[in-house]
């Protein structure tokens, strides 16, 4: 157990809608990174949180967006969702810097 | 785009023996690198960090980094069925991703 928690578990939503997907880093962890893994490949840098501040963003589009609390806790916001959302969410806690990142169990997202 | 490069699989190695897990990266400046362990339906468990060329050995566990050729490994001595899993390799890309392998998928056979 990493102490990083993620919910919901899982989602089903429909092409169009919108989704907010929660994570809670690891005490002591003010950095929150937020990764897209699909079926079969490597999870893939989304964007990271660091003071409640975006701090360096993947190859995603603006649909995609974040915010930090400041507890450090974290949500994912995705906009008219698609087909190709369709993903497991994990969300990393860690140290700034280039530091050993720890991931949450993920939510799991399908989009119909 | 910094790359990762690993080969998908599946390796299918007998129980007892060592399996070697091979990762190349295109950013000869990256300093530090990582290897997660994802067993089907979870999320990545970290393994093992190294930032220094040569080996780093915990427990069964050893990683492997050599800077000039770009390439870092895993070996796992004594491997065991609950060692199948996919694992991962990921590189540090500045300050703030992670840049990940697209993940081998190991099988260690009884």
């Known amino acids: 157990e990493t102490g990083v928690t993620q919910s919901p578990t899982h989602l089903i939503k429909t092409r169009g809608q919108q989704v907010t997907l929660r994570c809670s880093s690891q005490?002591?962890?003010?950095?929150v990174s937020w990764y897209q893994q699909a079926l079969g490949q490597g999870p893939q840098f989304i964007f990271q949180?660091?003071?409640?501040?975006?701090?360096g963003r993947g190859n995603f589009p603006p649909r995609f967006s974040g915010l930090q609390f400041p507890n450090y806790s974290s949500e994912l916001n995705v906009n008219a969702l698609e087909l190709d959302d369709s993903a497991l969410y994990l969300c990393?806690?860690?140290?700034?810097?280039?530091?050993?990142?720890?991931f949450g169990p993920g939510t799991r997202l399908t989009v119909l | 785009q910094k790359e990762v490069e690993q080969n998908s699989g599946p390796l299918s190695v007998p129980e007892g023996a060592i399996a070697s897990l091979n990762c190349t990266y295109s950013?000869?400046?990256?300093?530090?690198f990582f290897w997660y362990r994802q067993y089907s339906g979870k999320s990545p468990e970290l393994i093992m960090f190294?930032?220094?060329?040569g080996d780093k050995e915990d427990g069964r566990f050893t990683a492997q980094l050599n800077k000039a050729s770009q390439y870092v490994s895993l070996l796992i001595r004594d491997s065991q069925p609950s060692d199948s899993a996919t694992y991962l390799c990921?590189?540090?890309?500045?300050?703030?991703?992670?840049?990940f392998g697209q993940g081998t998928r190991l099988t260690i056979n009884p």
């Open positions: 949180y660091y003071r409640e501040e975006e701090n």
């Open positions: 005490s002591g962890h003010n950095t």
């Open positions: 990393a806690s860690s140290l700034p810097g280039p530091d050993t990142q720890y």
């Open positions: 990921a590189v540090n890309e500045g300050a703030q991703k992670l840049v």
């Open positions: 190294i930032y220094s060329n």
């Open positions: 950013d000869r400046g990256s300093q530090s």
